[in-house]
């Protein structure tokens, strides 16, 4: 096991198209989900250092100061630990204290410098708010800093996104994550805004190319399909992810990869808390690990090595999508175009099995 996620659900506020296991407030219950935490890690890991640590959530900083720092300490040596932190969380005084905590990066959730954008998604936080968090973490000594921005966003023009990655470029992170908004079924922004979503769905794709020819002009590698680096400060710990490596998940709702299982704690934090963890478990057989393998190695921009893969791919399929000019292949290892990285999900559809 390389990979350790772990899973702080407590938020000031739980925006409309989340639907991540979180809990709202809860600051009396932090010191026990902390303590549960520890409980899993001793019974699940010997404590041995490991490649990555992620802590995501939820709203990782707003976990009590002195709670989320026990946990941080008692955690394995790792050559990547990676917090996320919502902007009105970073105080001089936070960034200072995960920094020496040994934290060695941060995903700064920014979403949009507009404030009309950023009422829409509900976030707390202001152009401004995003900006002195950025300037906190870099006065307290942090070199691999990432900005988190989302498109697609109901009432977003193309002129608000240029001016979000310009204001984003202007910071100067080392790691960009640009997502489209994707709101599930059922959540409240859905039932709200499902209409809108709808009707700006076609305009997608060419949000899409304006970041990647954005970003790309400005220098940044599109190593993954929503990822964007300087140099190679790639997101290791997703990185894990995206190569099919095995990782811990730890915490209420946290999902775990080990060899051919996989496994979700349960998302009720009174029975978590209790050390109750109620696991779902799903066995992976060969063909399931080999297309997951597939469906996430060509998310990246480096070729796929085909050994052990074939046979989850069509040929018929990847004959079509070769002779339309969406991929690339030799016997050893398989890629995508860069146009058919812009239509991923589908090109890699035609090609398995």
Request: glycine share 8%; charged share 25%; with cysteine.
């Amino acid at each position: 096991m390389r990979h350790l996620y772990v899973h702080l659900p407590f938020c000031a506020h739980r925006c409309g198209y989340c639907d991540f296991v979180t809990h709202v407030g809860r600051q009396g219950q932090h010191a026990a989900y902390v303590d549960a935490l520890l409980r899993e890690l001793r019974e699940e890991h010997d404590g041995s250092p490991v490649d990555t640590i992620f802590l995501g959530g939820g709203t990782p900083t707003f976990t009590a100061l002195p709670e989320l720092l026990r946990l941080l300490r008692a955690l394995p040596e790792a050559r990547e630990l990676t917090v996320e932190a919502n902007p009105e969380t970073v105080t001089p005084e936070l960034a200072q204290a995960l920094r020496g905590a040994g934290v060695t990066r941060v995903s700064l959730g920014a979403q949009s410098f507009q404030p009309h954008l950023l009422r829409m998604l509900e976030r707390n936080a202001t152009p401004d708010t995003v900006r002195a968090a950025f300037a906190n973490l870099r006065d307290a000594g942090f070199d691999n800093l990432s900005l988190d921005l989302i498109y697609g966003i109901p009432g977003q023009t193309t002129d608000d996104l240029a001016d979000d990655l310009a204001q984003a470029l202007a910071l100067d992170p080392e790691h960009i994550s640009a997502y489209e908004l994707e709101a599930k079924p059922g959540t409240r922004f859905t039932m709200t805004h499902g209409d809108e979503l709808a009707r700006q769905a076609d305009a997608m794709e060419d949000y899409f190319e304006r970041v990647v020819e954005t970003l790309t002009a400005a220098g940044y590698r599109w190593y993954e399909t929503a990822n964007f680096c300087r140099g190679d400060r790639r997101a290791e710990h997703n990185l894990g992810y995206w190569l099919g490596h095995d990782y811990l998940g730890l915490g209420v709702g946290a999902v775990s990869t080990l060899e051919n299982e996989r496994r979700r704690n349960t998302p009720k934090l009174a029975r978590y808390l209790a050390g109750e963890y109620a696991r779902e478990v799903e066995l992976l057989d060969d063909e399931t690990r080999a297309r997951e393998r597939v469906m996430l190695g060509l998310r990246l921009d480096e070729p796929l090595p085909l050994a052990g893969l074939r046979h989850a791919l069509d040929p018929a399929g990847l004959a079509r999508v070769e002779q339309l000019g969406l991929a690339e292949s030799t016997r050893e290892e398989l890629s995508l175009t860069p146009r058919g990285r812009f239509l991923g999900g589908a090109v890699t559809a035609e090609l398995l099995a």
